[in-house]
C-alpha cells in the first residue's frame, strides 16, 4: 500500500522540527521499503545565511540529512520501531553531482536495502528537475526514544 503524508504527519513519526525537518511531504511511501519525499529549498532557510553570503547552496550534508529523514519515515512508521530514534551509523559512496539552490525542490528517493535486528542500511538519491544531485549509501541504528 502507497501511502502520501503531510507535514504534521511526518513529525509524528519522526522527531525532526524546524529549523532541522528537511522534508516538506511525502508523496510515495511503501512502509519498511522505499520512500520518495519532497524538500522545497527557498530563499529563506536558515543554513543560507552563512553558506555562503552572496552565493547561498545548500550545503552537502544537509541533503543526506534530508534523504535519512525520509528514510526513517519509512521504517519507523512500522508499528514494531514506532516511537524510535534513528541515528546514523555510516555513510557509504556518496557523490554529489550538481549544487542546490534557493528555489530548487529536492525529490528525496530512499530504498530499504537491509534491517538486521536494530541495524539497517538504505540506499538514496536527491534529484532536482530529474537531474542527479547525490547519492548514496546510508547505515542506521535504531533506539529506543530518551523518554521511554
Known sequence: MIQVLNSR????????????????????????????????????????????PGNPIMPGVLILEALAQVGACTILSLDEYRGRIAYFAGIDGVKFRRMVLPGDSLRLEVELIKMTGRFGKASGRALVEGELVAEGEFMFALEKAADE
Open 9 to 52: 504527519e511526518i513529525q509524528a513519526i519522526i522527531p525532526h522540527r524546524y529549523p532541522f525537518l528537511l522534508v516538506d511531504r511525502i508523496i510515495e511511501m511503501e512502509p519498511g521499503r522505499r520512500a520518495v519525499g519532497i524538500k522545497n529549498v527557498t530563499a529563506g532557510e536558515p543554513f543560507f545565511q552563512g553558506h555562503f
